[in-house]
Every structure is written in C-alpha cells, then in structure tokens.
T-cell receptor, first 110, second 112 residues
Framework: ELKVEQNPLFLSMQEGKNYTIYCNYS?????LYWYRQDPGKSLESLFV???NGAVKQEGRLMASLDTKARLSTLHITAAVHDLSATYFC??????????WGAGTKLIIKP | EAQVTQNPRYLITVTGKKLTVTCSQN?????MSWYRQDPGLGLRQIYY???????DKGDVPEGYKVSRKEKRNFPLILESPSPNQTSLYFC???????????FGSGTRLTVV
C-alpha cells in the first residue's frame, strides 16, 4: 500500500525551541514536497526536494530528504508564533499521483 | 501575478442542484488537479488532467465530473450534489514536478 506517514500529527511547543517533523513514505520516490496550510486557507509550497540528500532552508525551516531511508524531515529552529500552521508532506512516485501525509498541526505558544 | 483562481470561494446549495466550481490558471501549466479536504481524511484527489482533453480519475471521483477544453481552465462539476460532498475543494496546477504544485485559494462547499 502506498502511504505517507507524518509524525507527530499534533505538536504544541514554546517559542524559541527547536523541533523536527518526520515524513516517512512507503514507496520509491525521488521527489518530496512540503506545504504549509493556515486554518481555512490554501496550501503554500515550502520546499521541493528532488534528490537524495537534498537540503533546503528558508528562514527558520529546513527540510531534508533521504530517499534510501524513505524519510524527509522538516526542522524548525527557534520557533516563533508565526510558524503555527499545519504542515503537509507529499511524495510523487513514478507512475502515481501525489500521495499526501495527514498533516502535522503545529501550535507555537508565545 | 501567477496564480490559480477558483470560484466561488464559498457556496451553499441544496441536494441535487447541479453546480460548477471553476478553476483557472495563468501560468500555462499542463497539469491540473482537483482535491477535496476533509477533517481527519487529509487531501484526496478527485480528478486530474495531464493536458488539454486528457483527464483521469483520482482516488475519489464518484459524483464529480471534469473537463479540460482549454489549457487554462479545469472546472469541477457536481451533477447532483449530495451532503457527503460538503467539503473544502482545492484546484492545483503544475508545469512539472521540479517546480511543485500551485494551489488555488479553495472553495468551501456546503450541500444541505
């Protein structure tokens, strides 16, 4: 079965702390995407990871991809309240459509 | 501005009354897709289109129709809406996997 599992599904943390969201997937894929969604809003593209070992950073967020382990991480450094949102990962295996994780709801408390 | 435009943003309708949700993109993308998002079920693909006149079913196509007569437009048609189609709908487009997918602002549909 093709599936993408995010861990944790819910995360409440304090500002200034670091944390990592994990995205495991069950099939071969060299392409993985991270999106952010604010409540009731659309999905905003954060990162496009296209190869094994890819690492991308934007502000306090850094994403990496290990295709051998079928694992991507989204690391948050010194969290701030504005990063509160739901984060989704999705993989794009050959011959299939995007497969989405269930999302990680992140709440950052001042 | 490069964008995917969906209309309407909000729609309340009655069971059985045909409706169309429009989706238009101005980026000359070949690929377009429709998703529905429901609490606890995540994003599920309804239909997708690889190019003009080429459409295919996603994971949950029952009760929906689409067409792709022009590259920029990909309307979602509900011929006879039912309450279980109450959901948040998103249209997305892409020019290629290297660039990711651009999403519309969403359509919140309520069928009573």
């Amino acid at each position: 079965e093709l599936k993408v599992e995010q861990n944790p599904l819910f995360l409440s943390m304090q500002e200034g702390k670091n944390y990592t969201i994990y995205c495991n997937y069950s099939t071969t894929s060299d392409r993985l995407y991270w999106y952010r969604q604010d409540p009731g809003k659309s999905l905003e593209s954060l990162f496009v990871l296209l190869s094994n070992g890819a690492v991308k950073q934007e502000g306090r967020l850094m994403a990496s991809l290990d295709t051998k382990a079928r694992l991507s991480t989204l690391h948050i450094t010194a969290a701030v309240h504005d990063l509160s949102a739901t984060y989704f990962c999705a993989v794009d295996p050959p011959g299939y459509q995007l497969i989405w994780g269930a999302g990680t709801k992140l709440i950052i408390k001042p | 501005e490069a964008q995917v435009t969906q209309n309407p943003r909000y729609l309340i309708t009655v069971t059985g009354k045909k409706l169309t949700v429009t989706c238009s993109q101005n980026m000359n993308h070949e690929y377009m897709s429709w998703y529905r998002q429901d609490p606890g079920l995540g994003l599920r693909q309804i239909y997708y289109s690889m190019n003009v006149e080429v459409t295919d079913k996603g994971d949950v196509p029952e009760g929906y129709k689409v067409s792709r007569k022009e590259k920029r437009n990909f309307p979602l048609i509900l011929e006879s809406p039912s309450p279980n189609q109450t959901s948040l709908y998103f249209c997305a487009s892409s020019t290629g996997v290297s660039y990711g997918y651009t999403f519309g602002s969403g359509t919140r549909l309520t069928v009573v």
